[in-house]
């Protein structure tokens, strides 16, 4: 197993409008991409890696002039791991909406000539599914291999089974879930709020302020952050420690648990936009394929055609695998092909990007099945 | 059953500085105290019932020019009720440091002349308990039937058990713990994050610009009671119910359970004290008793003489039941005499200040037998 090594970015344009879930449309946008592996000549193996909340197109490898600026899922990607580029042409693109490259609230907006900011559209994981499907057309790829993603990525590979049904062989969906319960909804809008009442937010005209809701995304991240850990987790690495040994009688850091969650919270807020942070969120609130079919998940999904490869994790309590039996238990009905591992893991929602021999094994298990599928 | 109908809060004033577990100490102060029932000639029927986060010393009752400001724990404690105030003789006090009229930051520092705001010392659990030692001295009882407590209430009637064991006969401790967990304190820091930074807060000396941090306490408010309610029950209540009923694509109030979390945390900041949000979840924080003994609770507890009740809800994810059975495995080893009920309950944390007749029934039994007691 290695590296996929030195990877580059292409940003790939579009200039016809995206027709958006909310009725607006963005036009003159542009997706950052990045592949790793090649394109085989019947353009059948190619894999679409969905990304997360804080994640990117940068999926492996890493930048000539930044060698530790690694892709967030190089453990997974790359010649002889389990999603093997030397077999799959790989795929990463980064959202619209984001803050890693492509169009977004901190772009110009071509109709003002100042950055978005609040006129960013918000946009649903649909949307993002066919700005995808979009750069699938540009490069001549009419079916996946697989579409794969874990958490809000995992919604968008659910979404590509059921809008782009023959687009796909594969569906793989881990740690996800077929919509927010109403305490992830309520958790993303106590974060939201955080940002929206910063006197620094200025509304998310804030660039034009030379300004950044700085305490709002921290305090929003600290909230995120708690629920991507397990209890135990949580309590395994930090316990009740102090700092100093010693109560300190006053409102500084004190626990180990405070310096490490305002550290993540301090070192978000110096690169992710506060808009991006309002709009990956509601996309998430807003998911839900089965609100069309008066909440009958198995309904939803009676179109899809791909083949379907689930994974969750016992320890997960912000997806946890009950949500994805949700799916399975739909599949079932519609009497799809589903493999579904419920992996004992202690890192909570976060597992899905860390390094577990069981989950990793049972991704390869399933890759190295669809490599040697006959297409 | 019926209410105890009108009720009068007294203060009680102190001269003699309190020695705080800080190392700093205050003098010159008062605590509201309401008491209910009659206080019988050897003064063994008292009962001190003590408070959690947002309440008070006004447990049961109400005002004569407030009759809608019933007490926090009615249903608990009355005549006829499972605290039955024609036999027991009743008394709330409200906490040092709480926004409900006893000394707290918002008041004036004889020391300076100005208020508290951020000189207000810290105060633990131990420090409360010390300080309702002297309300009971003044009202001559040497030692309560009971002292008992929900939530942080619980940590309060624990530590009586622990620095006077010979002033209480029964301990009553409800859907409590015997220290935070780290997840606890990840929330609480998280909740103190939003009121520190935000710029009303002024370094907790926002009463001298006539502003209050209203941002930061809505913020803390909502994730605190995002954990006092459980999933399923927020589920059940609220679901992903629209207020429209239609996916309105901006940042406004979208969900219902996103209408009642900010109605619930703008109610909040209209009457709570910054500081003494601080300050009390400080308090949580410190609570841990079993520190002094290497971790060892069962040494903690060792010194103890009272009978033990305790009652958790199966769930409350704050304090699940899991942290009940710590301080009852705790008193076992000690031969403690300890009754516990584990209560299938939908309400989550916020069970225990609710109607639910097993519950209530089960401290019925326990107070009914102490009643008969002969002391």
């Known amino acids: 197993m290695s590296s996929v090594g030195?990877?580059?970015?292409?940003?790939?344009?579009?200039?016809?409008?995206?027709?958006?879930q909310s009725g607006a449309s963005i036009s003159d946008y542009h997706l950052m991409v990045e592949t790793y592996g090649q394109l085989n000549a019947d353009?059948?193996?190619?894999?679409?890696?969905?990304?997360?909340?804080?994640?990117?197109?940068?999926?492996?490898?890493?930048?000539?002039?930044?060698?530790?600026?690694?892709?967030?899922?190089?453990?997974?990607?790359?010649?002889?791991?389990?999603?093997?580029?030397?077999?799959?042409?790989?795929?990463?693109?980064?959202?619209?909406?984001?803050?890693?490259g492509s169009t977004g609230p901190m772009h110009l907006n071509p109709a003002t000539g100042k950055p978005y900011g609040a006129d960013f559209p918000v946009v649903t994981v649909e949307d993002w599914?066919?700005?995808?499907?979009?750069?699938?057309?540009?490069?001549?790829?009419?079916?996946?291999?697989?579409?794969?993603?874990?958490?809000l990525g995992g919604m968008q590979a659910l979404a590509w089974s059921i809008l782009f049904p023959e687009r796909l062989r594969h569906c793989?969906?881990?740690?996800?879930?077929?919509?927010?319960?109403?305490?992830?909804?309520?958790?993303?809008?106590?974060?939201?709020?955080?940002?929206l009442t910063d006197p620094d937010f200025h509304g998310g005209d804030f660039y034009a302020h030379k300004v950044v809701p700085r305490n709002g995304l921290k305090v929003a991240r600290m909230i995120g952050h708690i629920t991507y850990l397990s209890d135990d987790d949580m309590a395994e690495?930090?316990?009740?420690?102090?700092?100093?040994?010693?109560?300190?009688?006053?409102?500084?850091?004190?626990f180990e648990i405070e310096s490490y969650l305002r550290y993540q919270g301090d070192k978000f807020s110096d690169y992710f936009d506060a808009n991006t942070y309002l709009l990956i969120t509601k996309a998430l609130d807003y998911f839900d394929p089965a609100r069309d079919y008066?909440?009958?998940?198995?309904?939803?999904?009676?179109?899809?055609?791909a083949q379907f490869m689930l994974a969750s994790f016992t320890t997960?309590?912000?997806?946890?695998?009950?949500?994805?039996?949700?799916?399975?238990?739909?599949?079932?009905?519609?009497?799809?092909?589903?493999?579904?591992?419920?992996?004992?893991?202690?890192?909570?929602?976060?597992?899905?990007?860390?390094?577990?021999?069981?989950?990793?094994?049972?991704?390869?298990?399933y890759f190295d099945r669809i490599a040697k599928e006959s297409v």
């Open 6 to 20: 030195i990877v580059k970015p292409q940003a790939f344009r579009f200039d016809a409008p995206l027709q958006l």
């Open 172 to 195: 793989v969906v881990i740690a996800s879930t077929p919509k927010l319960s109403t305490q992830n909804i309520a958790f993303n809008d106590v974060a939201r709020q955080a940002i």
């Open 129 to 151: 599914v066919r700005a995808q499907a979009r750069v699938a057309d540009q490069l001549g790829i009419t079916q996946f291999a697989a579409v794969m993603g874990g958490s």
């Open 237 to 254: 690495k930090f316990g009740r420690d102090l700092k100093t040994g010693e109560y300190q009688f006053g409102y500084g850091v004190e």
């Open 294 to 305: 008066d909440g009958d998940l198995s309904k939803a999904l009676a179109g899809t055609k």
């Open 43 to 100: 353009k059948s193996n190619a894999v679409l890696i969905c990304h997360a909340l804080n994640a990117s197109h940068h999926v492996a490898g890493y930048y000539e002039d930044q060698p530790k600026n690694i892709g967030w899922w190089d453990n997974m990607v790359g010649p002889g791991k389990p999603v093997d580029t030397n077999r799959f042409f790989v795929i990463g693109i980064n959202n619209l909406g984001s803050c890693f």
């Open 316 to 365: 997960d309590w912000r997806f946890s695998p009950e949500r994805s039996r949700e799916i399975v238990k739909a599949l079932v009905d519609n009497q799809r092909q589903v493999s579904y591992a419920e992996i004992d893991a202690p890192h909570g929602h976060d597992a899905f990007l860390l390094e577990d021999a069981r989950y990793l094994n049972f991704v390869r298990a």
